[in-house]
T-cell receptor, first 114, second 112 residues
Framework: DVKVTQSSRYLVKRTGEKVFLECVQD?????MFWYRQDPGLGLRLIYF???????EKGDIPEGYSVSREKKERFSLILESASTNQTSMYLC?????????????FGSGTQLSVL | DQQVKQNSPSLSVQEGRISILNCDYT??????FLWYKKYPAEGPTFLIS?????DKNEDGRFTVFLNKSAKHLSLHIVPSQPGDSAVYFC???????????FGKGTKLSVKP
């Protein structure tokens, strides 16, 4: 079974702090993604990556950056956390070039910024 | 511009009856459509998919129907069970997007 592991289930941070959210997948997937989920807004794509050291902006990249130094690991960085970044963050991975782009999600990190 | 729309934020159904969740899309380049199920405090899990060359795909209690001319798909759950209570996301993939495009989700409540 594919396993996508997010380092924390719950995080509480203060406004202005730098926040790192870590994600590791064990299926040698090329593609990795970061989404946030907010009530009434669904799943919104923040950033994604098709390869090591490669990144692409999603729909809402402002206030975020990412790092992909190794194939299995994709980190989301909040340079200076703000209260409007309180959300459920979901990491996902998939194969590149598959005929069916099925995403495998981690369990999510519920981030609260106070 | 919302390419995938789930116009019903919530749906309530009695146990044993049919649940029908609807999804509309605007991007005619989508090759595949997928449904994900999400419980609170968990990540979404893949439920069922359908290729754009088909009009129906069935997996146990779950059936997805695709009407390309209407750019509409629906997920049928028969019979509905209380454990089906979750948020269901519809997603489309294909064309130049390079990633899944999700709808906003429909919260299904199945009452015993």
């Amino acid at each position: 079974d594919v396993k996508v592991t997010q380092s924390s289930r719950y995080l509480v941070k203060r406004t202005g702090e730098k926040v790192f959210l870590e994600c590791v997948q064990d299926m040698d997937h090329e593609n990795m993604f970061w989404y946030r989920q907010d009530p009434g807004l669904g799943l919104r794509l923040i950033y994604f990556s098709y390869d090591v050291k490669m990144k692409e902006k999603g729909d809402i990249p402002e206030g975020y950056s990412v790092s992909r130094e190794k194939k299995e690991r994709f980190s989301l960085i909040l340079e200076s956390a703000s209260t409007n970044q309180t959300s459920m963050y979901l990491c996902a991975s998939s194969f590149l070039g598959g005929t069916n782009e099925k995403l495998f999600f981690g369990s999510g990190t519920q981030l609260s910024v106070l | 511009d919302q390419q995938v729309k789930q116009n019903s934020p919530s749906l309530s159904v009695q146990e044993g009856r049919i649940s029908i969740l609807n999804c509309d899309y605007t991007n005619s380049m989508f090759d595949y459509f997928l449904w994900y199920k999400k419980y609170p405090a968990e990540g979404p899990t893949f439920l069922i998919s359908i290729s754009s060359i088909k009009d129906k795909n069935e997996d146990g209690r779950f059936t997805v129907f695709l009407n390309k001319s209407a750019k509409h798909l629906s997920l049928h759950i028969v019979p509905s069970q209380p454990g089906d209570s979750a948020v269901y996301f519809c997603a489309g993939y294909g064309g130049s997007q390079g990633n899944l495009i999700f709808g906003k989700g429909t919260k299904l409540s199945v009452k015993p």
